[in-house]
């Protein structure tokens, strides 16, 4: 597996060594028999790219669970793969890193939107995902912003298994049911830092309640604009961040009374900002391309 390093300290004789593997690497992505990916992240929640565009869609399950192996793949988060669109700048996909599917994935939006806007010399894009249509902007400090919609907040969208009050499920805890394009199931307790995130993730991950699994997030208010939130995925276990769930998180303390509409959530893996809006819940934050590298025709025949 080749790799190239992204923005770091290297020049003369290193620079040229790296740019011509770099080079040979991207035109053996052109042979059928292997496969170019980017590594990014976006406040530590990591993610495997794909770009598809111009071939059709590549991902299998199977690919993304032996991608998603961070001793014998990449390892990742989950994976995206960009795709060709006729409504919109390009469309999405994703995977999560036991070979399952995602519905939305917001801080890997973010980061495919940053890569796209520079390929297209622009500050905005448009894309669809299972979501729906979406916009991206870039704003003045680096970050990217992207529309994550509206908020699932009838049982049946979220989807739950039966009706129930999605802002007081009959579950230990008290905890909130909110549809990003993705479950979840928002505690809110006094310390997420003494949570066992691990623990209970695992079990609620899969409650009977989500028929589709749920992803689980704990939070803990620090101010009415400012929360502390942890994270367990479903398909991923703990990350570092989640960008529905940082969404979902925000949209559910509203809806309690403990924020307002714009909050500042301390994840794992940094900051990220919420704003629910009137079309929709924006994320906003950082975004960081780390490498690229081609998958070997060795590593794909052994799927």
């Known amino acids: 597996m080749l790799a190239r390093w992204g923005q770091g300290a290297k020049s003369g004789a290193l620079a040229k060594t790296f740019d011509a593997a770099y080079m040979r690497g991207m035109e053996n992505a052109q042979n059928p028999s292997s496969i170019g990916f980017m590594k990014m992240h976006g406040a530590g929640n990591d993610f495997v790219i ?53 519905g939305a994935c917001g801080n890997a939006t973010r980061c495919v939107c940053d890569f796209m806007m520079k ?118 276990g703990i990350t570092l961040a989640c960008g529905s769930g940082t969404c979902a998180t925000v949209v559910a303390a509203h809806l309690r009374g403990l924020t307002g509409r714009r909050v500042v959530v301390n994840v794992d893996g940094g900051l990220l900002e919420v704003d629910w809006r009137d079309d929709g819940v924006w994320l906003t934050g950082p975004v960081a391309h780390v490498f690229d590298g081609v998958l070997t025709p060795a590593f794909l025949a052994a799927l």
Do not use: K
């Not at 032996?66 to 988060?77: I, P």
């Open 119 to 236: 390929g297209l010399g622009r500050d905005a894009v448009t894309l669809v995902t299972a979501r729906g249509a979406l916009h991206a902007v870039r704003l003045a400090d680096g970050r990217v912003s992207v529309n994550m919609g509206q908020p699932q907040r009838d049982w049946a969208e979220v989807p739950l298994s039966h009706a129930v009050d999605v802002l007081h499920l009959p579950l230990a805890g008290d905890p909130v049911a909110i549809g990003m394009g993705n479950p979840h199931c928002v505690f809110f307790v006094p310390d997420a830092e003494a949570v066992d995130v691990a623990g209970l993730g695992a079990v609620l991950e899969h409650d009977p309640l989500y028929p589709q699994r749920t992803n689980v997030e704990f939070a803990s208010v620090v101010a009415p604009d400012h929360l502390r939130m942890r994270v367990w995925e479903r398909g991923a």
């Open 50 to 102: 794909i770009d598809s565009r111009g071939r059709g869609a590549v991902v299998t399950a199977a690919l993304a669970q032996a991608l998603g192996d961070r001793n014998r793949g990449v390892g990742f988060d989950q994976l995206a793969e960009i795709r060709d669109s006729d409504a919109a700048d390009f469309a999405l996909d994703f995977w999560n890193s036991d070979g399952s599917r995602a």
